[in-house]
């Protein structure tokens, strides 16, 4: 394996871990915006983003990237999204359809508004 395959193998999983990292945060991100004010600069537009990806049907940027680099490095690349690879096998072996993605658009969407409506309550409460 010469060292070009495996810089760009170390991309595609660093593209990978980043993409997990993305998830995770647009995901529920708002439960740091109880300890950090700041965070919701941050995540509403990575939630929002998140949600429209899997409202729309759409596919995130990363996702032809991973592919990119992967093919690069001599690996096979993978079909779909990023959540249909590795987020949806774990929760859903069956795949990911239409229904369930936008399924997970609205989860993703009903818990940051959640977590948001119970941190303004608080704050509010607290100035009070």
Request: hydrophobic share 55%; with cysteine; proline share 5%.
């Amino acid at each position: 394996m010469t060292a070009v395959i495996v810089v760009w193998g170390a991309l595609a999983g660093i593209a990978v871990a980043l993409h997990f990292a993305f998830v995770a945060f647009a995901a529920a991100g708002g439960l740091l915006a109880l300890r950090w004010r700041w965070i919701p600069w941050l995540h509403v537009p990575a939630a929002g983003w998140a949600a429209y990806i899997e409202l729309s049907g759409g596919i995130c940027p990363l996702t032809p990237l991973e592919n990119d680099l992967r093919g690069r490095a001599g690996l096979d690349d993978y079909s779909g999204d990023f959540i249909a690879r590795y987020l949806f096998p774990l929760l859903y072996p069956a795949g990911l359809t239409s229904t369930a993605q936008t399924a997970l658009g609205l989860t993703v969407i009903i818990l940051n508004i959640s977590v948001y409506a119970w941190l303004v309550r608080r704050r509010t409460r607290a100035t009070a």
